[in-house]
């Protein structure tokens, strides 16, 4: 139990990470000069970035946010339990929702990019994208198996 403790603790500290430079993000956007003292050409890359940004915590935070359900379940009432298979059900769907908004970003910067070396940036991204959408479908495949699980274990505790 103390390693979920541990995960627990890291997945908020996470959390916490994520909200802050999302508000520092928007700090610096909405109350900064950045965007007036730099060159035009490079003002529409930074809109991008800050947008993609956005975009990616919209699907990312809420998955975190589940799967940290998910593990104060795991905590309060034991490993096979209903409610933390719904959470790691719904982290899972945000977490491919995540990755195929990373995808789609990552190519429409691709696309729109003018630079010669443009597809050497694409592979770590496709790398990132994978490894996201695999620990989304890993937590779909654990969310049954806790179900799957209290079914049994409350199957055998009628059992005498």
Known sequence: MTKIKILRFALGLFIGANVISAFIISYIAFFTDLYYNLPRRYEDSLRII???????????????????CAVNGFISMGYFNDTSAKYLKR??????????????????????????????????????????????????????????????????????
């Open 50 to 68: 800050q947008n993609s940004f956005y975009l990616n915590q919209a699907a990312l935070l809420p998955a975190l946010i589940y799967i940290y």
């Open 91 to 160: 982290g899972g769907m945000f977490l491919i929702a995540s990755a195929l908004i990373k995808s789609c970003l990552s190519i429409y910067k691709v696309a729109n990019s003018d630079d010669e070396n443009k597809y050497v940036f694409l592979e770590p991204a496709v790398s990132g994208i994978l490894v996201i959408l695999i620990i989304g479908f890993a937590l779909f495949i654990i969310a049954d198996f806790l179900r799957k699980g209290e079914a049994i274990e409350r199957e055998n505790n009628l059992t005498i």
